[in-house]
């Protein structure tokens, strides 16, 4: 049961534009969501993050928009670079424990997208 | 501070066999998450442990599978008599009590490969 849904498995983008890669989740209990970064033989590498009572967060040149109603979440890099090619996923998690601090439970990934970006 | 740490970072096993894989949290951290990935897939997850405490087990394989966290020393995730099947990439990653416990931190994983 695929909660969490990466639909396109490869972007090509040219150096310098915006890329642009897509999340959809089916469990409305999900109230926060992650993007990481990963290369061949490596382990995921966290990049972004967004609470559920938020929209947008930002981080240089990551940005991360959170539609609740809809159920979808994108990853924005602008200006996208070659070193950003890579296979990225997004990840969804419920938080338990209370107020601040609350542990992050298991995460729920996506299959990933593999991001080329070319000269 | 040094990261994640797996090891060892490839293991082969023959069918039957069993396999330890270890994983030492950054410091600091004292959850500790094992996630596997099959080939084109994305991360699954296994199992969430806290020192000496598991947590969340509901990923886990109900037979040959088993992990533990212990007051000292790394945490250990053991496959018994191995299948063809139980080859993937085995990640772990750990959270802090404090400070920033939304993220999880991978390590470099450990490919595993049935012959």
């Known amino acids: ?119 | 501070n040094a990261g994640v740490m797996q090891n060892p970072r490839h293991l082969v096993r023959r069918r039957g066999q069993e396999a330890r894989l270890r994983c030492s949290p950054m410091k600091g951290h004292s959850h500790v998450y094992w996630y596997r990935q099959l080939p084109e897939e994305g991360l699954k997850f296994m199992v969430y442990l806290q020192k000496e405490n598991i947590i969340d087990e509901s990923g886990m394989p109900k037979e040959r599978f088993s992990a533990e966290f212990p007051k000292e020393g790394p945490s250990i995730l053991r496959i018994q008599q191995v299948v063809r099947g139980d080859s993937a990439a085995y990640f772990c990653a750990s959270s802090p009590d404090r400070g920033r416990p939304n993220e999880q931190y991978f390590g470099p994983g450990t490919r595993l490969t049935v012959t």
Request: include cysteine.
């Open chain 1, 1 to 119: 049961d695929q909660q969490v849904k990466q639909n396109s498995p490869s972007l090509s983008v040219q150096e310098g534009r915006i890329s642009i890669l897509n999340c959809d989740y089916t469990n409305s209990m999900f109230d926060y969501f992650l993007w990481y970064k990963k290369y061949p033989a490596e382990g995921p590498t966290f990049l972004i993050s967004i609470s559920s009572i938020k929209d947008k967060n930002e981080d240089g040149r990551f940005t991360v928009f959170l539609n609740k109603s809809a159920k979808h979440l994108s990853l924005h890099i602008v200006p996208s670079q070659p070193g950003d090619s890579a296979v990225y996923f997004c990840a969804a998690s419920v938080k338990f424990g209370a107020d601040r601090g609350s542990t992050l439970g298991r995460l729920y990934f996506g299959r990933g997208t593999q991001l080329t970006v070319w000269p």
